[in-house]
């Protein structure tokens, strides 16, 4: 049973980067050519377990709202975007370089340095002055490499979300208050990639801004403070690891009023998955005054014309994934000494929901009718190779909630066994019934 086994909690990030690696869920990306600092690829378990994510978040965020629209917008946006933001001005971190061993950090971490490896008598950095670096991707666009071409690879994914207010507001004939959400790719040239996926350089972001009129930009913060927090917690990241911060008035954008961090417990402490702020009416002001467009609306009743407050949520899917990662980590400790990795994921989050294991090839026809019956609703992974005891360890491992094994009893009684991951008690059900037990069992996300 469950509670009379030992569980130990990730504690070394090590040892989730090398189960990643080892069962194909992220891993370096450009791994044949040594790797690129900052860039990462999922394989199949990470990208299924990453796609879940992102449904459920439009899921919840798109779909079940009539008051937000969805939409998906160019990479990379006309330039005047980052200079109406604040972006080409504003978006640095300051840097300091070491004379000595030439690497380069954000001055706010040289704490984190570690020692100087170039430096005779001393392993003390010799630092620069801090000087601004702005983390933005440059590219050029067209054939001709000047300075007419600059462009950006987007910083964050609302900035166009702004650009396209109007039209989106006017085809979908939504009336304030209402919200545009989209998600996709980020980049950002950041000057000290690490923990893993938690501080890439090419990320993904799924953002809500939701626009109201001033006098209600109170509610809507609270509103979806507690929307975003019940998402969380339906992850599975719920009790002491999670937990809100607000900023503090020093903290806070210029333009914004309000803002507040959902925070996770990582191995290396307490860090930022999710920012909820109140941007006030300053990103569709920039934007209707870089270009010349009229951006507010008109009140219907009151013939009040003004310009909308944003509630923005936006949330770092990488950085999510990696906290369910975190949080879904166990070592147990087995009542005959023996130990297994399980990745106690939410069912519905699962890369994989089912595994069919026969425990005879013989039994393939039986079984792969299953598997392809099951394949209609659920990823499923069949396996009939090698011991039964180490193929529910792999299944434990990319952390599948379910395997149902086939034998010789099955083709007299009609029957297969389920299997737990986390119980891992076994239960006997009928085949025909398989397809609607899982169904209820994976489902409650959906
Ligand atoms: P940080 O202070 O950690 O750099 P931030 O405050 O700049 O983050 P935002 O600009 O508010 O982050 O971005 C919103 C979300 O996007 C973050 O909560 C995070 O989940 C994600 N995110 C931001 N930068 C990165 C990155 N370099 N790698 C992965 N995810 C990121």
Redesign the pocket.
Same mark, same amino acid.
């Given at each position: 049973m469950a509670a009379e086994r030992s569980a130990r909690r990730l504690e070394r990030m090590e040892d989730l980067v090398s189960l990643c690696a080892r069962r194909g869920f992220v891993f370096q990306s450009s791994e044949i050519y040594g790797g690129i600092n900052?860039f990462w690829d999922y394989g199949p378990l990470g990208t299924e377990l990453k796609n879940n994510l992102k449904s459920l978040w439009w899921q919840r965020v798109v779909r079940e709202r009539p008051d937000v629209e969805g939409i998906d917008t160019a990479i990379i946006a006309h330039p005047r975007t980052w200079e109406a933001s604040g972006h080409v001005e504003h978006f640095s +971190?300051p840097l300091v370089d070491c004379r000595a061993c030439k690497k380069r950090f954000r001055a706010d971490q040289v704490g984190d340095a570690g020692p100087c490896s170039a430096r005779q008598g001393s392993s003390e950095h010799d630092f620069t002055e801090p000087r601004n670096f702005n983390l933005m991707l440059r590219t050029h666009i067209g054939a001709s490499e000047d300075a007419a071409a600059v462009a950006y690879l987007r %910083?964050?994914t609302c900035q166009s979300i702004f650009n396209d207010f109007k039209r989106v507001r006017e085809t979908s004939r939504q009336k304030i208050p209402f919200g545009i959400a989209q998600l996709g790719k %980020?980049f950002?040239n @950041?000057i000290n990639?690490r923990n893993f !996926?938690?501080? $890439? =350089? &090419?990320? @993904?972001?799924a @953002?809500l801004e939701f626009f109201c009129h001033a006098t209600e930009r109170e509610k809507w913060f609270s509103h979806w403070t507690d929307e975003r927090m019940r998402f969380h917690r339906e992850l599975g990241l719920a009790g002491d690891r999670l937990r809100t911060r607000a900023h503090a008035t020093d903290e806070l954008a210029h333009y914004a009023r309000a803002a507040v +961090?959902?925070e996770y417990l990582f191995p290396f402490g307490w860090? @930022? /998955? &999710?920012?909820i702020?109140d941007r006030g009416s300053y990103d569709l002001s920039r934007h209707g005054e870089y270009s010349g467009k009229d951006l507010g609306v008109t009140d219907p009743e009151t013939k009040e014309h003004y310009v909308p407050v944003v509630i923005e949520t $936006?949330?770092? /899917? +990488? =950085? !999510?994934c990696l906290a369910v990662m975190v949080d879904a980590y166990a070592e147990e400790t087995l009542e005959d000494g023996e130990t297994r990795i399980v990745m106690r994921f939410h069912p519905a989050l699962a890369p994989i929901q089912v595994a069919v294991l026969p425990l005879s090839k013989k039994l393939a026809e039986p079984a792969h009718r299953l598997e392809s019956e099951l394949r209609r609703r659920f990823n499923v992974f069949y396996d009939d190779a090698g011991n039964i005891g180490r193929r529910y360890r792999r299944q434990d491992e990319a952390g599948t909630p379910f395997c149902v094994t086939i034998d010789f009893e099955s083709a007299q009684d009609e029957k297969v066994t389920v299997r737990e991951r986390d119980s891992m008690e076994q239960e006997r059900i009928p085949i025909g019934a398989v397809g609607a037990v899982l169904a209820e069992r994976t489902g409650a996300l959906r």
């Open positions: 900052g +971190d %910083a964050e %980020a950002r @950041e990639p !996926t938690f501080r $890439s =350089r &090419e990320f @993904e972001q @953002e +961090d959902v860090q @930022e /998955i &999710e920012g702020h $936006s949330v770092g /899917i +990488d =950085r !999510t």
